[in-house]
């Protein structure tokens, strides 16, 4: 579990260390970002990496919550908690609903490999944006999540738990 939790702790580092570099790049203040969103669909420097972050974390978070469940007797249901997460891991990042479709529209089949990381609030978030067609649907709108925000709140969790023991 400790190797995970590690993981985990190094992947949200670059995150906020690429968060803070992007806010820099704009000329974003910690107030001014805080009310500042976008998304270049993936063109500027560095996205490519930010999008693997977040596919190495999700994958990562789902086996560290097996195994949490496993050590700890705890009243959260992770599951419910990181449901996010865990959509998009499995639409996304573990099998793409585009070759694995298991019952998913044609929308959130094509959304699930247009991978691209979105500025918001000053961090960044994966599954914000969607599509939609008169024909295929529209895309899955549960699976939006910021590793940062998601990582405080696996702290707060982990910290209780860990401390207890």
Not at 2 to 13: N, S, T
Not at 114 to 130: D, T
Request: proline letters at 3%; hydrophobic letters at 40%.
């Amino acid at each position: 579990m400790d190797a995970l939790w590690q993981g985990l702790e190094y992947l949200c580092q670059q995150v906020e260390r690429a968060e803070r570099e992007r806010a820099q790049s704009l000329g974003l203040t910690d107030e001014t970002a805080k009310n500042f969103g976008y998304c270049d669909f993936g063109s500027s420097p560095g996205d490519a990496l930010v999008c693997n972050y977040f596919v190495w974390y999700a994958n990562a978070l789902c086996n560290f919550i097996g195994v949490f469940k496993k050590a700890f007797s705890r009243s959260e249901d992770l599951e419910h908690e990181f449901a996010n997460v865990i959509i998009w891991r499995n639409k996304v990042a573990a099998h793409t609903s585009w070759v694995w479709p298991k019952g998913d529209n044609t929308a959130t089949q094509n959304m699930s490999i247009l991978l691209f990381p979105e500025f918001s609030a000053g961090h960044f978030e994966v599954g914000g944006m969607q599509i939609g067609s008169p024909t295929g649907g529209t895309s899955c709108p549960d699976w939006q999540w910021g590793l940062v925000r998601t990582h405080e709140r696996l702290k707060e969790i982990v910290n209780k738990y860990a401390s207890a023991k």
